[in-house]
């Protein structure tokens, strides 16, 4: 009798039906967001010894202290951002795995994720090159400052929890833009800013745990 083991690609299918549907229960509405994370593979994002629990609905350790993000807040931060509107021009800070790039780049045809880790980097390009996403712009800087050379983002997702709102990410926002990033050290919330004619106009969302914006490279 030939014993089958399971690898990845024998179950992935069929777990990632069953993320999609949780992420559902979970109260995740934009089919089109939902559709986007069916796509990318997330095993092809975490460590192999990690791929078995890449379609769990849990952050997981990249290495150098740092989590690729819960199925669930990539999804509903990528909704929120998305309500009634298209992406367009999108800023990632924070790329880590390239993992919530991927999904953007679902959603949009131009994505720029900048990661400061050089080590991250490397594998997040490794990562979107064996899935064959080649839309991403990757560049290893400091997030805090944007990207100027390519503002301004119709989109902008922080994926570190900064101390208050950077100034380069508002200067670089669209009009019409907006901007999702968790705020706080202790208690941790998203804020939502929207920049219209008249101003930029702050929400206070969910209560989220990310890990810390840091400023400098490695
Ligand atoms: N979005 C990632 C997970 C991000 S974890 C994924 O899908 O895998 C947060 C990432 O933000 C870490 O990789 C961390 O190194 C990065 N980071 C923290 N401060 C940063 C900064 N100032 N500029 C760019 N990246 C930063």
Do not use: C, W
Not at 20 to 25: A, F, M, T, Y
Not at 113 to 133: D, F, M, S
């Amino acid at each position: 009798m030939s014993r089958v083991v399971s690898g990845i690609g024998m179950t992935s299918q069929r777990t990632r039906t069953r993320m999609i549907d949780r992420l559902r229960e979970e109260g995740i509405l934009d089919e089109q967001v939902l559709a986007a994370i069916a796509a990318v593979p997330r095993h092809v994002f975490v460590e192999e010894a990690l791929a078995s629990r890449a379609y769990e609905d849990s952050a997981l350790p990249l290495g150098y202290s740092q989590t690729i993000s819960q199925p669930y807040i990539v999804a509903r931060m990528i909704e929120l951002l998305r309500e009634g509107r298209k992406l367009g021009k999108t800023l990632e800070i924070g790329a880590g795995s390239g993992y919530q790039a991927a999904v953007l780049a679902q959603l949009t045809d131009e994505v720029y994720a900048i990661e400061r880790i050089e080590p991250l980097l490397a594998r997040a390009k490794l990562n979107l090159r064996a899935i064959q996403q080649f839309r991403v712009r990757l560049k290893h800087a400091d997030g805090q400052l944007g990207l100027p050379e390519a503002a301004p983002f119709d989109t902008i997702i922080v994926a570190a929890a900064a101390n208050r709102v950077p100034h380069a990410l508002l200067q670089q926002l669209a009009l019409g833009g907006r901007m999702l990033l968790p705020l706080g050290t202790g208690e941790q919330f998203l804020l939502m800013v929207e920049r219209r004619a008249e101003g930029y106009v702050e929400t206070r969302l969910d209560s989220v745990r990310f890990v810390p914006l840091l400023s400098g490279l490695e």
